[in-house]
T-cell receptor
Framework: KAGVTQTPRYLIKTRGQQVTLSCSPI?????VSWYQQTPGQGLQFLFEYFSETQRNKGNFPGRFSGRQFSNSRSEMNVSTLELGDSALYLC??????????????FGPGTRLTVT | SQKIEQNSEALNIQEGKTATLTCNYTNYSPAYLQWYRQDPGRGPVFLLL?????KEKRKERLKVTFDTTLKQSLFHITASQPADSATYLCAPVSGGSYIPTFGRGTSLIVHP
């Protein structure tokens, strides 16, 4: 069974630009969660989508948004990029909700650098 | 505010010994707690989940304990191997929000 895939793996953007990251979950998984990982803050929850609906949202500004398609693939968008948005963005999929008793499967992440 | 604490300093041990990692939490009532392993440049990999009504959980060389009174979980790796070297993250899950909240992780280095 193929794992969680994320594209692109690396990205360099300029402050003020916007970026879209993509995540394909494991086949059959309906939940996709997004996390931001930085050395200073660790792994922080951004939001979760389940069956095309946002079910949970972390404490991030509205510049961070996402969506999920009918095939469970998900995209995350960050508008008006700031230097502090430089991070590893991780996507995780699970059969049920991320907060359920099942495990999450993480993708390799997208390394975003904002200059 | 909710706080999750894991040893920030790396844990160095000799091969064959038992590694014990600590996860403490405050202002938190997790319904359960997960442990993940993360290697450099990779996403975390799920290891174990323990529920609030469970004291201990085992999987091969791994053992997790959960003490809701002490607000602490301990993660043990017995007969450690150099391949166990990685960062280990704990993630309590609140019964209210059901959002996993990750600690910053503890780096484990197993020396041959």
């Amino acid at each position: 069974k193929a794992g969680v895939t994320q594209t692109p793996r690396y990205l360099i953007k300029t402050r003020g630009q916007q970026v879209t990251l993509s995540c394909s979950p494991i086949s059959g998984h309906r939940s996709v969660s997004w996390y931001q990982q930085t050395p200073g803050q660790g792994l922080q929850f951004l939001f979760e989508y389940f069956s095309e609906t946002q079910r949970n949202k972390g404490n991030f500004p509205g510049r961070f948004s996402g969506r999920q398609f009918s095939n469970s693939r998900s995209e995350m968008n960050v508008s008006t990029l700031e230097l502090g948005d430089s991070a590893l963005y991780l996507c995780a999929s699970s059969l049920g909700l991320a907060g359920g008793y099942g495990e999450q499967y993480f993708g390799p992440g997208t390394r975003l650098t904002v200059t | 505010s909710q706080k999750i604490e894991q040893n920030s300093e790396a844990l160095n041990i000799q091969e064959g010994k038992t590694a014990t990692l600590t996860c403490n939490y405050t202002n938190y009532s997790p319904a359960y707690l997960q442990w993940y392993r993360q290697d450099p440049g990779r996403g975390p990999v799920f290891l174990l989940l323990i529920r609030e009504n469970e004291k201990e959980k085992r999987k091969e060389r791994l053992k997790v304990t959960f003490d809701t009174t002490l607000k602490q979980s301990l993660f043990h790796i017995t007969a450690s191997q150099p391949a166990d070297s990685a960062t280990y993250l704990c993630a309590p899950v609140s019964g209210g929000s059901y959002i996993p909240t990750f600690g910053r992780g503890t780096s484990l280095i197993v020396h041959p």
